[in-house]
């Protein structure tokens, strides 16, 4: 199978729409208590918005037999400002979806590799992969394209009552 990896254009919203949703119903199987199925419309105008100003999001998708099975979207991070303590480094996130039946064919691989390259030429030093324990697929994926702890996040669910 012929891999494409390419940036993202306008005519492919259609297509990260429907990667984003069958990531999301992939993920509520992971936690329902976690992930949710976000609103398609809402979704569409996301890709739309992150693609017509492309200073903040870098999207490339991947193309199989000419379709898009799978997406890596880097999102750019904020430097740390003057009053903080991290050596301000430009970093990003990432997240990357490939459809059911294109998984371990090498197009997830072939999208961070393509992923790290866009970052790198925006000056990206430092990329994570946000991984909620529940996802061990994602772990092992990122864990073998060389992704590796980096500190730890802690986190604590609060009651939220009476906010507005």
């Known amino acids: 199978m012929s891999i494409l990896v390419r ?11 429907r990667l984003r949703v069958a990531n999301a119903e992939r993920h509520i199987q992971l936690a329902s208590d976690i992930y949710r199925v976000p609103d398609a419309e809402a979704v569409r105008r996301h890709f739309e918005e992150v693609l017509a100003d492309g ?41 990357t979806v490939v459809l059911d039946g294109h998984r371990g064919r090498g197009v997830g691989a072939a999208l961070v590799t393509a992923a790290e390259r866009a970052a790198v030429d925006r000056g990206v030093s430092v990329i994570y ?36």
Do not use: T, W
Request: glycine share 10%; charged share 25%.
């Open 7 to 17: 940036p993202a254009e306008r005519r492919d919203v259609p297509a990260l729409v």
């Open 55 to 95: 200073s903040k999001v870098l999207i490339s998708v991947a193309e199989a037999e000419g379709e898009v099975v799978g997406m890596a979207e880097v999102v750019l991070l904020a430097e740390p400002p003057d009053h903080q303590i991290l050596v301000p480094r430009l970093g990003a996130e990432i997240h």
């Open 129 to 164: 992969a946000g991984i909620f324990a529940p996802n061990k697929d994602a772990v092992d994926f990122y864990s073998a394209s060389g992704f590796g702890p980096r500190g730890i996040l802690l986190s604590k669910e609060q009651e939220v009552s009476g906010v507005g």
